[in-house]
C-alpha cells in the first residue's frame, strides 16, 4: 500500500493534505464549541445566545446556522481567513472579528441585525468591496477596520463614512458633523454645489458639471523667497476638483444684521402701554 502512495501524483497527495489539514481545523473547532456549550451549560441549541471562541488557534469553525438565536460572537485573536461559517446566523447583534488574517467579508452583507463590528488588525485590502458589503447592514452603529491595509487609502475614513451613514463611532473615534459636511464636498460634488447656490442667494451656477474640464489659468512665477504661511492648508488631492470644493468650504463667512421688528412697539402699543419700553433687538444671520 505504501508503494502504490508513492506512485501517485504529487498534486493529489497536496490535496489529500490539504483535505485533512482542513478536517483537522474543523475538529478543533467543533471541540471548542462543545466545550463553551457545556461550560455556559447550555443543552438546546435554542437555547446559545452567546459564543466565547476567542484565542483559540482556530483556522477554521464549523457552520454556526444551528444557533438560530446567537447574538454575540468572540471570535478575536484566532487564525480565521473568512466569515463564511456565520452569513445565516441572521441574529447576531455584536460579532468580534478582530487580530485575525480575514482578507474577504463576503456574505457579511446578510447580517441585517449586527450593530457592533469590530475588524480591526485583519488582511482586507480592497476598500470599495469591503464598503459595499457593509452597506446593507443599516443598523450597524460601531465599526473597527483600522490596522487593515485598506487604511492606508489617504480619505479611507471620510470614504467610509460617506458610503455608511449610520455608522456613529468609527476606529473608536465618534463620527463628527464636520467629517459629515467634508465627505459630502469631497464625494458628493453635485449636493456640496447646491448647497453653496443656496448660501448664495442663487448666485451660483447650479447647471454646472463636475466632469466637465477644469479651466486652467496660466501659471505665475512664485518669487524665490517667498514662503508659505502656516495658516495655509497644504493638503493633497489626487482630484484637482476636490482641492477645489474643500477650499469653497472654508471661504470667509457673511454676516446680515437686521432690525427684529416683532420687538418694536407699535404707535398704538406705545400710547396703550401695552408692552414694555425695551430696546429693539438686532438678528444677525451668517452665510458661508
Known amino acids: 500500500m505504501t508503494g502504490d502512495l508513492e506512485h501517485l501524483p504529487c498534486a493529489f497527495q497536496h490535496t489529500t493534505s490539504q483535505a485533512k489539514a482542513a478536517d483537522t481545523a ?7 464549541v462543545e466545550d463553551q456549550l457545556k461550560i455556559s451549560g447550555h443543552k438546546k441549541d435554542a437555547d446559545v445566545f452567546e ?4 484565542q483559540k488557534e482556530l483556522t477554521e469553525v464549523i457552520d454556526l446556522s444551528r444557533f438560530k438565536k446567537l447574538k454575540y460572537l468572540w471570535l478575536h485573536h484566532n487564525k480565521l481567513h473568512g466569515i463564511t461559517f456565520i452569513t445565516r446566523n441572521y441574529c ?7 487580530n485575525n ?8 452583507h446578510s447580517l441585517h441585525s449586527l450593530h457592533i463590528l469590530l475588524l480591526h488588525h485583519n488582511e482586507l485590502t480592497n476598500i470599495e468591496a469591503t464598503v459595499k458589503e457593509l452597506k446593507r447592514m443599516l443598523n450597524l452603529k460601531t465599526l473597527s477596520l483600522y490596522q487593515n491595509p485598506l487604511c492606508q487609502y489617504n480619505l479611507y475614513r471620510l470614504y467610509t463614512i460617506y458610503h455608511l451613514p449610520g455608522v456613529e463611532l468609527l476606529d473608536g473615534n465618534q463620527v463628527t458633523e464636520k467629517e459629515r459636511r467634508s465627505m459630502i464636498t469631497i464625494f458628493n460634488h453635485k449636493k456640496s454645489h447646491i448647497v453653496q447656490s443656496i448660501a448664495f442667494g442663487g448666485k451660483v451656477d447650479t447647471s454646472w458639471n463636475p466632469r466637465s474640464p477644469l479651466k486652467q489659468k496660466p501659471a505665475q512665477r512664485v518669487p524665490s523667497d517667498f514662503a508659505f504661511a502656516n495658516n495655509v492648508d497644504k493638503t493633497m488631492f489626487d482630484d484637482p476638483e476636490d482641492a ?4 469653497s ?11 427684529n421688528w416683532d420687538t418694536v412697539p407699535t404707535r398704538e402699543e406705545k400710547y396703550l402701554e401695552e408692552k414694555d419700553t425695551e430696546p429693539a433687538q438686532m438678528l444677525t444671520v451668517t452665510l458661508r
Not at 92 to 98: G, H, K
Open 26 to 32: 474543523l475538529e478543533i473547532s467543533r471541540r471548542a
Open 51 to 54: 459564543l466565547f471562541l476567542s
Open 92 to 98: 447576531l447583534a455584536e460579532l468580534y472579528l478582530n
Open 101 to 108: 488574517a480575514i482578507f474577504d467579508i463576503q456574505g457579511l
Open 244 to 247: 477645489v470644493f474643500v477650499r
Open 249 to 259: 468650504m472654508k471661504r470667509s463667512a457673511m454676516a446680515i444684521t437686521y432690525l
